[in-house]
């Protein structure tokens, strides 16, 4: 079945441990992204990249980072977690950044708990 | 001013109503336009995409007003399964996807 498959499903981290989030897309999509959704703030952009091989920050980028090394995955990193980065994390993909045919599909999230 | 803004509800209604919310946004160079919908503990899935002359899907309905800067939703005949949160998605154009901003939702309740 096409679309994205994340990991772990959910972690419990202790503070000041390094994570990599995993993202993996089937879908031959151009670009990726990396989300985390807090209670009353929404969805916010951690890092993207537009294609293999290139990245950039988001809105939240501090404390994260990502590579794509190819088309496929997308693995974010928190070097040295901390207890504001308890989050629900989502990874997300498109044909193309800025106008998806259709629309933007995201995986089923990583509930991240820092303690 | 945030720059996509959605009223945060609960909009509770009965089934079977007419519901519609609106999403403003504040870059009038925005160029593409979307309706997610989110349900408790998921991830968010494309409902519909906004189109300049509007478009239905069954019993949704999106809009675009372009001079007043915001889309809408509108769901008829509403079943207790429509019960979600509704984001509202809008990009500013360009190569970069650093300007995808998703609204932070609406919460739609349906009572039997």
């Known amino acids: 079945i096409a679309g994205i498959t994340q990991a772990p499903t959910s972690q419990i981290l202790a503070a000041g441990r390094r994570m990599t989030l995993r993202c993996t897309q089937d879908m031959r999509h151009n670009a990726m992204y990396w989300y985390r959704q807090d209670l009353g703030l929404g969805l916010r952009l951690i890092h993207y990249s537009n294609t293999a091989g290139t990245t950039g920050k988001g809105e939240v980028p501090d404390g994260y980072s990502v590579s794509r090394a190819n088309t496929d995955d997308f693995p974010l990193t928190l070097a040295s977690a901390v207890p504001s980065q308890t989050s629900v994390y989502f990874c997300?993909?498109?044909?193309?950044?800025?106008?998806?045919?259709?629309?933007?599909?995201f995986g089923s999230g990583t509930r991240l708990t820092v303690v | 001013r945030k720059e996509v803004e959605q009223d945060p509800g609960p909009f509770n209604v009965p089934e079977g109503a007419t519901v519609a919310f609106n999403c403003t946004y504040s870059?009038?160079?925005?160029?593409?336009f979307f309706w997610y919908r989110q349900d408790c503990r998921k991830e968010p899935k494309l409902l519909m995409s906004?189109?300049?002359s509007g478009n239905e899907d069954g019993r949704f309905t999106a809009q675009l007003n372009r001079a007043s800067q915001y889309i809408s939703l509108l769901i008829r005949d509403s079943k207790l399964s429509d019960s979600a949160t509704y984001l509202c998605?809008?990009?500013?154009?360009?190569?970069?996807?650093?300007?995808?901003?998703f609204g932070s939702g609406t919460r739609l309740s349906i009572r039997p």
């Open positions: 998605v809008v990009t500013a154009g360009g190569s970069s996807a650093s300007k995808i901003i």
């Open positions: 906004v189109y300049s």
């Open positions: 870059n009038s160079a925005s160029q593409s």
């Open positions: 997300a993909s498109s044909d193309t950044p800025q106008t998806p045919i259709y629309g933007y599909t």
